[in-house]
């Protein structure tokens, strides 16, 4: 039996999520029955849907239960099997949680898969090739439908999401702008990223400057819009975009700490015709597969090239994952555990 760190959920936040509402503690992994597998996690991946779990309100998805194991993606490798198709060594993804080591039921379907690292590090199948670069192509494929020549707006440009989408959206012929937090992302997002331009929303104030300068980056205006942020940045964008545009809504991270966002100016949706769609890509695992295989291509062949921060040891979890709602990553969050 190994010996097993976890990170509780150990009280809820009342506003701003600390790093108090979290709990470390120590216990052992118990011994395997048929059918499941023992897995040593590599990489633990902070995202932000995470802080909405921790809150107990009404959601997409049930709230993170207190005193249990918080929630969360996870790479590693198979150190005991109890299942045919599992054996010692296996490099797998799954949803092992906020702890060094998970006891999975292997015959639960998707519970547990396998990856390939001869080309693509095991770290990005919780990033570029995993669940955010499969919301980053649902969104842009199934919600935004783009045609070449089209302009696309993602904002978080530089996260996870952000920089598969440039890149889905960029193998589609389309101009590509970003939105994102300080020069030095701006920076990666054009000259590693492909990003045509790239806008740093911290240079302004308001709405109508934000608007300004995506009028200046976007000419022709706006038919696809990718959001994870919300507020400003969506009234911003929305007086910019064209009739008959299509926003694909991800998150509202500006909203994640409980206070209300209003909008500014709900009837350019009806003045423009335009398509708003929200969508929870857990609900759509049929696309995985086909996703999956055009975003390891793109990684393979360098034409997607995501940045990552890792924090070291799963203590430093929380204090990451402050971080994260913050904007202080740079590209994928993960927390090395090994």
Known sequence: MATNRQILLDNRPEGEATVNNFKLVTTETPPLQDGQVLVRHHFLSLDPYMRGRMNDSKSYAASQPLGEVMIGGTVGEVVESRHPKFLAGDKVVGMGGWQEYSVVDALQPGALRKVDTTHVPLSYYLGAVGMPGVT?????????????????????????VGSAFGALAKARGCRVVGIAGGPDKCKYAVDELGFDACIDYKLHKDMYSLAKALKQECPNGIDGYFENVGGMILDAVLLRMNAFGRIAVCGMI????????????????????????????????????????????????????PRETIAQGLENAPEAFMGLLKGKNFGKQLVKLI
């Not at 708003?276 to 996703?291: D, N």
């Open 136 to 160: 980053a192509w649902y969104g842009l494929v199934k919600i935004i439908n783009p045609k070449a020549g089209e302009t696309m707006v993602i904002s978080a440009a530089t996260g996870a």
């Open 254 to 305: 500006a909203g994640y700490d409980g206070q209300p966002l209003p909008m500014a100016n709900p009837a350019l949706i009806l003045v423009n015709r335009l398509k708003v769609e929200g969508f929870i890509v857990s609900e759509h695992m049929e696309v995985w597969p086909e996703a999956l295989t055009e975003l390891g291509t793109l990684v393979a062949q360098g034409k997607l090239r």
